[in-house]
């Protein structure tokens, strides 16, 4: 297993950890002062500077990306909102070849409607279906650029709203069924808020193996949570056991980076060099 | 597939679900006033009244059980602890007896000291561990009393306070386990408000059979759900598919009752007679 003790080379920031501080160009620039060599933007966030300046800062920078977020949001209430998610997820793949990510994120969305608070029907077993075809859809173009597809399982109480898929197993099965040869064109990306209370957690990192472990996301839950969607923890201030989960992954074969993901209204109301600066200690202590 | 559409004669209230506006005893006579025949009772209600109380109070009503809730929180700090757990575990079973229950609920614990905030260690598999012993200790009593034991697997956003048992799968199994031939002393409590966005939900309660099926809980997912704990629908409020749930636990042999329970600080605000009517209403027309 990797020492993180010493430096922290293998430290990623997700941009969504510092969205109400700065825009995507400071945080950019912040990271690269702390020598936080890599990064995994948000579209929104890559929209509001430019791709094309993002792409050219990052390349002056010398600062990588672990992942795009994202892609995904299948489901939808006709064939006309099915033929948009595809088509905007094939912008997502552009951008997130412009990038130069190693992957682009899938959040693959669940019944249409719910994230405005008014889902429109409520047939898992459909939005399961639409979310299976749409990822076979992105596959074809992902694999002509070159892309990797990461589908990451989101936790159980957010099925409802965002994510259709919420198992490790679950999205391996998919990844199975959508490429059962195991090319390294889709796999997952472990977002430790989202399956750490999974019994098979292990198991599934293990079946998962190198060729589909494709992110590693980092933070914490926090006992209690008050909140389903920003209230998650700095690494160490809850009870998500990082460090064994790392050596699973690495024990499968992972050697990426831990990406800190950190959707939190205390820590976006801090401000943006505290919180990277908590982060690279984290990093090094616990994770 | 039974009907419900015509009585509500397999409609059971968790008595949670008016805690807020009435003791037990006139939870008992206004159920019984509906012609509603059977309750789930919680131990610190049926304290606040008196055992021996509730228990003439049911038998002069004619008024049943479809489940004592609840045993569990197995694990502790330290031994004194386990043990303390198991003393109240068989006082559990003691009282489950003595109200004739079919079953006594078993929400299992987690960490030690998460339920007041501040858990003192986050070893996740030695709850685990601590979980499966404490059952097996408890299934000896409950076999020589003739009482089963429902583990309810709880969602797993109640994975550090409550529950460390998170899926259907986790919760069978453990009876598979602990109960290998299957006698019936030991089977599961099928909440739908924790299992409903599972994506093996369906083959597992296929694999649980009449045997290890012990109990239906209904209530509905509300989007969004503002609340980890206090925040549960009304059935037909929200996303589950609650028919189509109760079509798979018949073909897989389950005859019970369908046991309304709903915290909610929503429903605990109006007037129980309103909630009773609403429950036996939703129960005819979605459940």
Redesign the interface.
């Known amino acids: 297993m990797r020492d993180f003790s010493t430096d922290h080379r293998w430290l990623s920031i997700n941009t969504a950890t510092l969205r109400k501080q700065w825009r995507l160009d400071r945080i950019i620039d912040e990271c690269g002062r702390r020598d936080i060599r890599t990064i995994a933007p948000w579209r929104d966030q890559v929209a509001a500077v430019g791709l094309a300046a993002v792409a050219r800062q990052l390349r002056d920078t010398g600062i990588g990306l672990s992942g795009y977020c994202r892609g995904g949001f299948y489901p939808a209430a006709d064939a006309a909102g099915l033929a948009a998610a595809l088509a905007d997820n094939r912008r997502a793949l552009d951008e997130a070849c412009t990038l130069g990510a190693p992957c682009l994120v899938l959040v693959v969305g669940s ?1 249409p409607g ?1 994230l405005q ?3 429109l029907h ?3 077993a459909r939005v ?1 279906a639409e979310v299976r075809d749409g990822i076979a859809a992105t596959l074809e173009h992902a694999r002509q650029r070159g892309m990797p597809l990461a589908i990451e399982p989101l ?3 957010q ?3 965002r994510a ?4 490790l197993e ?1 999205a391996l099965d998919l990844c199975d069924e959508l490429d059962p040869a195991g090319t390294g064109a889709l796999g997952v990306a472990v977002d430790m808020y989202h399956v ?4 098979k957690l292990a198991s599934q990192i293990a079946r998962a193996g190198r060729q589909r472990l494709l992110a590693f996301h980092v933070c914490d ?1 926090l ?4 909140d ?1 969607v920003n209230d998650r923890g700095m690494m160490g201030d ?4 990082l460090r064994k989960a790392r050596a699973a992954m690495e024990a499968a074969g992972y050697g990426g980076h831990a990406e800190v993901e950190i959707f939190s209204e205390h820590w976006w109301s801090l401000p943006g060099e505290q919180v990277l600066q908590t982060c690279i200690e984290r990093h090094r202590s616990v994770v």
Chains 1, 2 share one sequence.
Not at 164 to 167: F, H, P, R, S, Y
Not at 223 to 226: A, F, G, K, L, M
Not at 238 to 241: A, Q, S, T, Y
């Open positions: 019944f719910a608070g008014q889902p409520h047939d898992i399961r936790h159980p109480m099925a409802a709203e259709c898929v919420n198992t679950q750490w209370w999974d019994p839950w006992v209690p949570t008050r389903l809850g009870v998500i056991e």
